[in-house]
């Protein structure tokens, strides 16, 4: 997918499929150029419930968009107390579905895109969390910062998220925006090839996350 002009970006999860930069209500996200090592984090660990985490999708192109939908294969995060100070989701590539064109959908899962068969899943590794400053209850109150590894290729990401730790359960959404091309996906990007029209995807898509965990038992 390609960028014509953002979030024109979870991007994701990946996840994940990626065409014009659309607004989001949780706002833009930028994206870093380099990785950063996670340092040793403190707290007590969290594990996501899959069946309670949602993750969606949108890209956009010069004559339309499409959207979707990832699963989480696995994860979890660490918290402080209230603060979140780590976390590693494991998206399932293979779950990656287009749900208004089927056929955009298995496209995506190719090695025009994703290369699913060959890299079946995505990671994302938080490596800080740093409060916004006068940020208002259930408003976007962190931003994150981690490093995401599509298609076997890592880059840093920073995002802002509204992140609540309550009762043993945390809760994180966001609007995550990648930059497909940063992970060697450049199918129709007008940025590397000319003349496409009204056929060049967009750079960048969205991902947005809805993810819930819980404290592991001791």
């Not at 100070?85 to 990656?96: K, R």
Request: with cysteine; glycine share 6%.
């Amino acid at each position: 997918m390609k960028k014509n002009t953002l979030f024109a970006a979870v991007a994701a999860i990946a996840i994940f499929a990626s065409f014009k930069t659309m607004p989001s209500e949780t706002g833009n996200m930028a994206a870093a150029d380099t990785t950063e090592v996670v340092p040793p984090a403190k707290g007590k660990t969290y594990q996501v419930i899959l069946d309670k985490s949602e993750l969606k999708w949108k890209a956009a192109k010069v004559v339309g968009e499409h959207y979707g939908t990832l699963r989480l294969k696995s994860g979890e995060l660490t918290a402080d107390k209230s603060k979140v100070t780590a976390g590693t989701f494991v998206i399932d590539m293979t779950s990656l579905v287009c749900t208004d064109n089927a056929k955009v959908g298995a496209h995506l899962l190719n090695d025009d895109f994703f290369d699913v068969p060959k890299y079946p899943t995505a990671t994302f590794k938080i490596t800080s969390v740093k409060p916004l400053a006068n940020a208002v209850a259930g408003q976007l109150n962190y931003n994150v910062t981690g490093n995401m590894t599509i298609k076997g290729i890592t880059n840093a990401i920073t995002f802002p998220a509204i992140i609540a730790v309550r009762e043993g359960v945390v809760t994180t959404k966001a609007d995550v925006v990648i930059d497909r091309t940063k992970f060697d996906i450049k199918y129709r990007s007008s940025n590397f090839f000319e003349d496409l029209g009204n056929k060049a995807i967009n750079d960048e898509f969205i991902v947005s996350l809805d993810v819930v965990a819980q404290k592991a038992a001791i």
